[in-house]
């Protein structure tokens, strides 16, 4: 809400993001075609579970399997994915994917928009999963290889795009990807942006790897949803500040409770 409100302020729009909780995506489908809401973002768990409720999808939505975005057009609920434009976005001008091998690690619904970002950028991806079934299937829908996690020794790969929750707040020690693969890349992205100096991202700029982090794939996403949304370029320099402003300051509060957690441990 908070990239979404500034962005809004700073474009003149009367428009309000806020936050909304339900449990039951078919009522809150019905709330928002009647009650003349623009736009939602869908969130975990339910960018699949919307699929069949709305009455249209775009059809990269569609492909990727989830969708993250709905419009409402005249009480008529559309459906779309920026989770993918946004990752590619991000990648493109910063990192040449044309005919590169790209290791996507993980295999949930990030995974997929992942793996269809690549392949839209002219990308080979290769699916990295802990789970063998999940990345098989994974790979078999976008008819890419599949690597088991345990085996990522022998990944041979231009770049890597971490798509698993691991390294997120507050386990952010924890790397999904063993160190010594990082220096036969020569990028790593990560989408988890709290911190967004993860671990992962931190060993692979140590091994000389481009480092590229969360924020920029998640302004883009929500760039995209404006954009959809109003018919009009989201301001994206002043969501992207505003989204770091928040993410220092909650990185301070975090610290100073855990110093205040170490004192309290030495008396
Ligand atoms: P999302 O839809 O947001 O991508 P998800 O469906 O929960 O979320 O998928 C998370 C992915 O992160 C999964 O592929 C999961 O691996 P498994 O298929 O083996 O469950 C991966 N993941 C989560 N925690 C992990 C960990 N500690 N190490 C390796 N992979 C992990």
Known sequence: PLMHNAAYRAMGLRARYQLF???HPEKTLALIRDGGIRGVSVTLPFKEAVLPLLDEVAPDALHVGSVNTVTNVDGRLRGD???????AR???????????????VGAGGAARAAVYAVQQEGG?????NRTRTRGE??????????????????LCADGLINTTPVGM??????????????????WVADIVYNPPAT?????????????????????????E????????????ERMRWVVEEALNQRSEVASQRSEVGGRSEGR
């Open 199 to 223: 671990t992962l991202l931190r060993e692979a700029a140590g091994q000389g790897c481009k480092a590229i982090d969360g924020i920029g794939m998640f302004v883009n996403q929500g760039a």
């Open 21 to 23: 909780e339900g449990e």
């Open 169 to 186: 707040m507050p386990r952010v020690d924890e790397s999904p990807v063993d160190r010594s693969v990082l220096c036969r890349l020569g």
């Open 225 to 236: 949803q404006i954009r959809i949304w109003t018919g009009q370029a989201a301001p994206m």
């Open 137 to 154: 299937t994974l790979a078999g829908r976008f008819g890419c290889s599949f690597l088991p996690l345990p085996e990522i020794g022998s």
């Open 81 to 87: 994915n920026t989770d993918w434009t946004g990752l």
């Open 124 to 128: 080979i991806p290769v699916v990295v």
């Open 90 to 104: 991000d990648l493109r001008g910063r990192v040449d994917i044309r005919g590169k091998t790209v290791a996507v």
